[in-house]
């Protein structure tokens, strides 16, 4: 069983910038496929980043490359998502998850991932 534990979200102004953390409980971290989601109020949950187990390869929504940028500490056992540029569309909550290595297409999708964290809401005022 992995625990993941995300923390960062808030408030921010349109144009603002936040820095997302999900904190792993399992000491295999480093061998899981790392996403982010994120799922808005009446919407469906969207993807919006994955990183591969070893950090090299990142893999981003069309809407958000350019603005937001995962990377991960396997040593802390944590992944981390920096937003950029947000918009108030963009409100949400933002969701962490785990999943196992694997081509990445499939990194896009949320059935990939078996464990997920309760999520940060990230409101973003225009």
């Known amino acids: 069983q992995v625990q993941l534990v995300e923390s960062g979200g808030g408030l921010v102004q349109a144009g603002g910038s936040l820095r997302l953390t999900c904190a792993a409980s399992?000491?295999?971290?480093?061998?899981?496929?790392m996403g982010w989601f994120r799922q808005a109020p009446g919407k469906e949950r969207e993807f919006g980043a994955a990183i591969d187990w070893s950090g090299s390869n990142t893999y981003y929504a069309d809407s958000v490359k350019g603005r937001f940028t995962s990377s991960r500490d396997n040593a802390k056992m944590t992944v981390y998502l920096q937003v950029n540029s947000l918009k108030p569309e963009e409100t949400a909550v933002y969701y962490c998850?785990?999943?196992?290595?694997?081509?990445?297409?499939?990194?896009?999708?949320?059935?990939?991932?078996?464990?997920w964290g309760q999520g940060t809401q990230v409101t973003v005022s225009s």
């Open positions: 998850a785990a999943g196992p290595d694997g081509h990445s297409r499939r990194y896009y999708r949320d059935v990939w991932y078996d464990y």
């Open positions: 399992t000491r295999t971290f480093s061998s899981y496929t």
